[in-house]
């Protein structure tokens, strides 16, 4: 039989393939009558410096391309946040403030961050 529509099962199913939209509503239909089992929760630590949270917990920001659902204290968000803006604005090799145009090195030189147009001309030139 051709479906017209397929849909994906849920992982907790153990099902391979495809449903028809009959199937797929009786899985639902199967899986939301029963109850859910309830976690132990643990106390929630934080991802860096591995002190229990407690009631303060900070998200890190979408751009230190850390792991979704993880969790900061605030001293190591204040650290990150440092991290982060020292190599935004401040070249990556001599240290000095970034004015307005800004240089990605090579992939192949391995530096993190961005250069000054003098460190990246110098880092071009040398083979």
Not at 26 to 45: L, R, Y
Request: with cysteine; glycine share 6%.
């Amino acid at each position: 039989m051709e479906l017209k529509h397929r849909y994906k099962p849920k992982e907790e199913w153990g099902i391979e393939g495809y449903l028809c939209s009959d199937c797929h509503i009786e899985k639902m239909k199967e899986f939301a009558s029963k109850p859910k089992q309830k976690q132990v929760e643990e106390p929630e630590c934080c991802v860096l410096c591995k002190e229990e949270l407690g009631d303060v917990a900070v998200k890190p920001r979408w751009q230190w391309e850390m792991e979704s659902g993880t969790l900061l204290c605030q001293p190591c968000f204040a650290r990150k946040e440092a991290e982060y803006n020292k190599k935004l604005n401040f070249c990556a090799t001599c240290g000095a403030k970034m004015g307005f145009i800004r240089y990605n090195p090579k992939p192949a030189w391995k530096i993190q961050g961005q250069m000054c147009r003098g460190c990246w001309d110098a880092r071009n030139k040398q083979k």
